[in-house]
């Protein structure tokens, strides 16, 4: 297809570097494993893109199998990607915000209300940065306290949750008492519309919020807000399954996540108690009994012993 005169031909930053091969049976895992070490030494890839690099190839082949029936020279692997090696990626780091960096960052948005009704949805109910864009006014229960994030269509265009699944996201207090004081634009469907009355685009509400937190020197985002959601809960010894249904989540994707800051109450797994040492409860039943054996009529006695 030829482009039109006014199209930009936009260059080819990966000139002499792409796999050289005519046809996908020519790919074998050596050359897939090349390609991936030369974009880490020379492009400075870090090992997570690596890894997806190595996953998007293996579903590559695997639709050319199923579909295709797609054969590899080598009948020993018949997925080439699946020799590549993985890389060793870093621990995970989850950036989330202390309570006071919480007011820090709302007080910082005080002149730009919307925006801050929109990050405290962020931080106080963890909803994805889409998901806040998305909601209507049927969305938010003020009268239940609820915020629904559903499927919908607005418009002729439809969208629906990242997981393909509707849930309900209760509204705590504080979040309650800023979506009370807060006073959505009506006219539109939208909760929180944009300064032009329609919906937010994603970078573009992404970059307001930058150019607000550039004045604090905040450097706080989306994804960090919604992680203090799940953060705070996970240190307040909410089970990871509830989390993981509030967030919209899997649950191991909140074990990756959250685990590291549920306070674990195992403290008696790592007692070395001597075998005989009477426990502390035993040692208070034999005070009982004995003030007992102390009292001067049988008749005040009451018949009690121990039993081990």
Known sequence: ?????????????????????????DVTGAMIEDFITTRMCEDGISPKTANRTREVLHKLFNYAIKKWNFVAPDRRHPNPAALVQRRAEPPLVIRFLTTEQINQQLALLDDEPTVRVMVAIYI???????????LTHKDVDLDKWLIHVQAKTIAGEFWQPKTKRNRVVPIGDTLGNILTAYEPQTGCPWFFPSPRGCRWNPDNFSQTLREANREGDLEWSCLDFRHTFGSHLAQKGISLYKIAELMGNSPEICRRHYAALVPEKMHDVVEFSEPDKPKPTDALLRQVLAKLDQLPSEEEKPRLRLVE
Do not use: S
Not at 124 to 129: E, N, Q, S
């Open 1 to 25: 297809m030829r482009l039109p005169c006014y199209a930009k031909r936009l260059p080819d930053l990966m000139t002499h570097r792409h796999i050289r091969a005519k046809q996908l049976e």
């Open 124 to 134: 106080y109910a963890g909803l994805r940065r889409e998901e806040g864009l998305w």
